[in-house]
């Protein structure tokens, strides 16, 4: 079983960053695919941004290029989401997950078999 918790989620003014953590237990964190998701209240959850395992792919989706930068530390077991140029639009509570099968569909958030609980990022305009 591996345990997913995020952290660094908060209230922030439009234009300002917020820099999320995620940390996954287990030994071979280093050969997950970790993703980054959001889900606003009234809408599904949908892909913000993914790292494939040791360094490799790193993706966004089309509204956050440019702005959020993800990155990992397999040292600490941790995952990262930069968030800068934040817009009220970016507001959703955001989660954390890990895929250690690494399928290719990492979009889909139904591929990924362990998710933290989420943590509330707030933009107020």
């Known amino acids: 079983q591996v345990q997913v918790v995020e952290s660094g989620g908060g209230l922030v003014q439009a234009g300002g960053s917020l820099r999320l953590s995620c940390t996954a237990s287990?030994?071979?964190?280093?050969?997950?695919?970790m993703g980054w998701f959001r889900q606003a209240p009234g809408k599904e959850r949908e892909f913000v941004a993914v790292s494939r395992w040791n360094g490799g792919l790193i993706d966004y989706a089309d509204g956050v290029k440019g702005r959020f930068t993800i990155s990992r530390d397999n040292a600490k077991n941790t995952a990262y989401l930069q968030m800068n140029s934040l817009k009220p639009e970016d507001t959703a509570v955001y989660f954390c997950?890990?895929?250690?099968?690494?399928?290719?569909?990492?979009?889909?958030?139904?591929?990924?078999?362990?998710w933290g609980q989420g943590t509330q990022v707030t933009v107020s305009s």
């Open positions: 287990g030994r071979t964190f280093s050969e997950y695919q």
């Open positions: 997950a890990a895929d250690p099968r690494r399928s290719g569909s990492y979009r889909q958030p139904g591929v990924y078999d362990y």
